[in-house]
């Protein structure tokens, strides 16, 4: 069992930065693939960025490469996502979620085993 809390969400305007943490209360955390998610009113959920258990692979959506960046402290046992030059677009409920997984280089974009409560991001123009 993993329970994952967010953190970092806000209010910010276009072109700024946040920094989102997700932190994961567990003894495996380091058998765990990690994701970043987020939803937008009226719209479905959405991977935004991926990460493997070692840190190694990650994965991002088209609409955020270059301006987010995963990570992951497996001794802090929590995950990061850094945003930058935020766009009102990006505007969403941020989720992180959790994923077992035997396979250290691999990333998954579903079928996540744990979810986080979310943090709000909005993004003023």
């Known amino acids: 069992q993993v329970q994952l809390v967010e953190s970092g969400g806000g209010l910010v305007q276009a072109g700024g930065s946040l920094r989102l943490s997700c932190a994961a209360a567990?003894?495996?955390?380091?058998?765990?693939?990690l994701g970043w998610f987020r939803q937008a009113p009226g719209k479905e959920r959405e991977v935004v960025a991926a990460?493997?258990?070692?840190?190694?692979?990650?994965y991002y959506a088209d609409s955020v490469k270059g301006r987010f960046t995963i990570s992951r402290d497996n001794a802090k046992n929590t995950v990061y996502l850094q945003i930058n030059a935020l766009e009102p677009e990006d505007t969403a409920v941020y989720y992180c979620?959790?994923?077992?997984?035997?396979?250290?280089?691999?990333?998954?974009?579903?079928?996540?085993?744990?979810w986080g409560q979310g943090t709000q991001v909005t993004v003023s123009s």
């Open positions: 990460i493997g258990r070692s840190g190694g692979s990650t």
């Open positions: 567990g003894r495996t955390f380091s058998y765990y693939a």
């Open positions: 979620a959790a994923k077992y997984t035997l396979y250290s280089g691999n990333y998954f974009l579903n079928q996540y085993d744990y």
